[in-house]
Nanobody
C-alpha cells in the first residue's frame, strides 16, 4: 500500500507561480500512473495532469496545458507540479493520486486507487 502526502499549496496572486509536491510512503512509485486532480466545493474532482512513472510520459488537461508542468523526482520518490501564470480559476484543493499498474493516461478520478489529503491553492485576482 502507498500513502501520499501533498505539500506546497498556499495563497498567491494571479500571474504568480507555485510548486506542489507529492511524496510517497510505504513503497516507491513504480509501474504507476501518478496524477494531480483538483476540486472546488460543490464540483466534481477535475483532472489536471498525470505522468507515467516508469517512462515519464506526461498528460495535461487543456485548461492547464502550457502553464503547468508535471515531473518526476526519482531520487526523492516524488511527483512535482510546477504551476505558472496562475489564474483565480485555478483556485482549488489539489490532490495527488496513484493508479496502480497503469500507463498514466486515465483522466477519471474513479480509476485511481490511492489519494493524498489535498493541499489548498488560492489565487487572488
Amino acid at each position: 500500500q502507498i500513502q501520499l502526502v501533498e505539500s506546497g499549496g498556499g495563497l498567491v496572486q494571479a500571474g504568480d507561480s507555485l510548486r506542489l509536491s507529492c511524496s510517497a510512503f510505504g513503497r516507491a512509485f513504480s509501474s504507476d500512473g501518478v496524477a494531480w486532480f483538483r476540486q472546488v466545493p460543490g464540483e466534481e474532482r477535475e483532472f489536471v495532469a498525470s505522468v507515467r512513472w516508469s517512462e515519464g510520459n506526461t498528460y495535461y488537461a487543456d485548461s492547464v496545458n502550457g502553464r503547468f508542468t508535471i515531473s518526476r523526482d526519482t531520487a526523492r520518490n516524488m511527483v512535482l507540479l510546477q504551476m505558472s501564470s496562475l489564474k483565480p480559476e485555478d483556485t482549488a484543493v489539489y490532490y495527488c493520486a496513484v493508479d496502480e499498474f497503469s500507463d498514466g493516461t486515465s483522466r477519471y478520478a474513479w480509476e485511481y486507487d490511492y489519494w493524498g489529503q489535498g493541499t489548498q491553492v488560492t489565487v487572488s485576482s
